[in-house]
């Protein structure tokens, strides 16, 4: 009786938690790879490899408590200790909110933050295996201007280069019948300034929108800053 209780003890202790520590260490594992080759900030890239660690020695953890478990032919305090590494990712997943809500409020927009500012409206559409999709950010910098007036310092003044105002705008004399200013809910401005990023140039001048109707597919990141209204507009497009 002893022994099917021991034997039912170590399959709750040991078995059970196998599937999940496999399926927490390979989630990891993408989220690493992700992080590195996507240039994620440095605090999500941490918190990554802390969850990667955690789950990769389970293992070893695995095999030592149940070895020392059948050595000793009785449960043990070291018989525990896959449960207790299962705990402590649990406490990890916990964690993840938090930290996630900060990185996001830390991540830098051209230099604009969530927690410099006041959000206005957000939303973020890409998914699926490549991630194609749109994200719009606008932010409202009237309470703290001057680090706003800092920030925009070196962007170009408006008015849009005619490339950029062709694809924000649709202008009708262009082949595109494209209106992503309207999706991204970015005004008209006249009064501001702008920065502009083609993520497809790698290697070259990536603030050149001469390439841009050139390809079949459009990654670039634009920021518009309103002087009127104190207010920057962000938007990311990808296909």
């Known amino acids: 009786m002893k022994k099917k ?16 520590s496999i399926l927490g260490f390979l989630f990891s594992f993408v989220w690493i790879l992700g992080s590195l080759m996507e240039g994620i900030s440095f605090l999500e ?35 525990f200790l896959p449960i207790v590494q299962c705990l402590l990712f649990l406490l990890f997943l916990l964690l993840l909110k938090p930290v996630n809500r900060y990185i996001d409020k830390a991540t830098p927009y051209f230099g604009f933050t969530k927690k410099d500012f006041s959000v206005v409206e957000e939303l973020d ?5 490549q991630g194609e999709g749109s994200h719009y950010l606008i932010l409202d910098c009237s309470g703290n201007k001057q680090k706003a007036l800092e920030i925009i310092e070196d962007w170009n003044k408006l008015p849009l280069t005619k490339n950029l105002n062709h694809i924000m705008y649709g202008e009708e ?3 595109y019948e494209i209106n992503l200013a309207k999706e991204a809910h970015i005004p008209k401005i006249e009064n ?31 920021a518009i800053y309103d002087c009127d209204t104190d207010r920057m507009y962000y938007f990311e497009y990808d296909t």
């Open 5 to 20: 209780i021991l034997i039912t003890l170590l399959f709750i202790l040991f078995a059970i938690p196998i599937p999940i």
């Open 173 to 175: 004399d262009i082949n």
């Open 192 to 222: 501001g300034y702008y920065v502009f990023v083609d993520s497809q140039l790698e290697g070259k001048d990536n603030s050149d929108d001469s390439e841009l109707f050139n390809r079949s597919s459009f990654n670039f990141e634009i």
């Open 125 to 129: 559409t890409h998914g699926g295996f």
């Open 45 to 79: 890239t941490i918190t990554a490899f802390l969850g990667f660690i955690i789950l990769a020695t389970y293992l070893f953890t695995y095999i030592f408590a149940l070895k020392e478990t059948r050595r000793e032919k009785k449960i043990i305090a070291r018989t």
